[in-house]
């Protein structure tokens, strides 16, 4: 009996993890009233375990092939030169944060005590980078019902300390970047867009429409469970600027001042006969530090799952703006008989953009309790999320600061953050759903606001 080649025996696992994958994890069964409606899921078939397998029996486990080829393709999809992955979107924007500080940057390099323009209305990881740091947050608040920046507020916020702007896109409404980025110029200030909650999105400016991430100085996304696209953990750093594609690297690989990647070494023809800070002439290029840097890459299995599902990803846009289209569409078509609008307020599109839905928030208007209307809504087996932080600055994180009265600057008054706070919340529009799942969700929040 003639041995299998390793490429047969490959093949020949490889199939039967298909077959297994299409018998076992794609059954899709009939949508009935009171199932649970998670607020986000996976969205995957075999191609993803397929490739998630494949990189596994090559048992390279750290950055490999299936990371080149995701860096390689994600670029091009969002129309940028350099992408870089990382192990969260978390870490992804510590990176993004972090690239600013770096003394390459020079007179532009953010130091202990500049000051971030931000908001308050997010998840903390777009503000913890800057506190661990030792720079300043400032807080504006923001619109209802976009959630996003307040723009107007964006002047009163600039000090002479003011190095930045870092804010996200709010459950993939994009912030009003045409203001937001004329005011950058204007005074010099680096932009890094938190792109986790809106991949996909679309802004135009002048008659010329990007994607979300792109406009700025960097942009970051997640690749969590929940997100628009998934590797379990993962997220991603993205610029045009090769110096900072270049600081971001460095921080993501240990600070370290070689470019070549794991595993090959002396691409550049150099490693052995430079001079850097006060080592020894020669010394190897391989262990030379300029920043003090982290270790955030992610998994070559991570990054095959991640190139099955960048095939997908338009599919899963198109799917996400369809379902919010519908339940706003459903939800507004009860208005003359149910009086919604009364109720609720329903969350509308940044002028000039075509979002990439991440949920569908609603804000209870006066009479209306959101401590009735979340727990009917569990009740009725859909899930719900808020605003995350609701106001960033009333978390136990700030006790310390707050007490002080250090660390961190408000702008005016947070009204709206902290109306976001007490009665916002939020339910999913994953590419997972059907439109029966679309319009029992409206059917159980008209229900909710009336009972």
């Known amino acids: 009996m003639n041995q299998k080649t390793e490429q047969q025996a490959k093949e020949e696992i490889l199939n039967l993890v298909k077959d297994y994958c299409d018998t076992y994890h794609n059954v899709k069964k009939p949508f009935e009233e009171g199932q649970r409606i998670p607020y986000a899921s996976r969205v995957y078939d075999s191609a993803e375990m397929v490739n998630l397998v494949d990189s596994a029996l090559e048992f390279w486990l750290t950055a490999g092939r299936y990371t080149d080829e995701f860096e390689k393709k994600m670029a091009e999809y969002l129309g940028v030169k350099f992408c870089s992955l990382v192990n969260s979107g978390s870490s992804a924007n510590l990176i993004a944060f972090m690239a600013l500080t770096s003394p390459l940057l020079g007179e532009r390099a953010i130091k202990r005590g500049d000051e971030i ?23 504006v ?41 004329e005011f950058c110029r204007k005074h010099n200030l680096w932009l890094v ?22 406009f700025g100085d960097i942009g970051t996304s997640s690749f969590y469970p929940p997100h628009h696209m998934t590797m379990g953990e993962g997220g991603a750093v993205y610029t045009d600027n090769p110096l900072l594609h270049k600081c971001i690297r460095s921080f993501r690989d240990w600070g370290r001042d070689c470019v070549c990647p794991s595993g090959r070494d002396n691409l550049c023809g150099h490693r052995f006969d430079r001079q850097y800070g006060e080592l020894p002439l020669g010394y190897d290029h391989k262990y030379v530090y300029s920043h003090f840097g982290y270790n955030l890459k992610a998994t070559d299995m991570q990054a095959a799952i991640g190139c099955a599902q960048l095939e997908k990803f338009p599919s899963f846009v198109e799917r996400r703006r369809h379902n919010f289209d519908r339940l706003k569409a459903v939800l507004l078509a009860a208005d003359e008989t149910e009086r919604i609008t009364d109720k609720l307020i329903l969350p509308e599109a940044c002028e000039s953009s075509n979002p990439s839905w991440f949920g569908f928030m609603v804000t209870c208007k006066e009479g209306v309790s959101r401590g ?12 719900t999320r808020m605003l995350f932080a609701g106001n960033l600055t009333k978390h136990p994180c700030f006790d310390e600061m707050r007490a002080k009265g250090e660390g961190y600057r408000i702008v005016g008054e947070l009204a709206n953050t902290d109306r976001i706070m007490e009665d916002t919340f939020w339910i999913g529009v994953y590419p997972g759903m059907t439109d029966e799942m679309i319009d029992y969700m409206a059917k159980t929040l008209i229900s909710a606001v009336g009972a």
Request: aromatic share 8%.
């Open 372 to 383: 009735k209307v979340v727990p009917y809504m569990e009740a009725h087996g859909i899930q």
């Open 193 to 214: 867009e938190d792109n986790c909650d809106a991949l996909g999105s679309e802004y135009t400016i002048d008659g010329t429409t990007k994607l979300t991430g792109t």
């Open 117 to 139: 323009i931000t908001v308050a209305a997010g998840f903390p990881t777009t503000v913890a980078p800057m506190i661990q740091y030792g720079a300043v947050p400032v807080f």
């Open 141 to 181: 608040d923001v619109t209802i019902p976009q959630y996003n920046i307040d723009v107007t507020m964006l002047d009163e916020a600039l000090s002479e300390k003011t190095k930045a702007v870092m804010i996200a896109h709010t459950l993939g409404n994009p912030f009003d970047l045409k203001a937001v980025s």
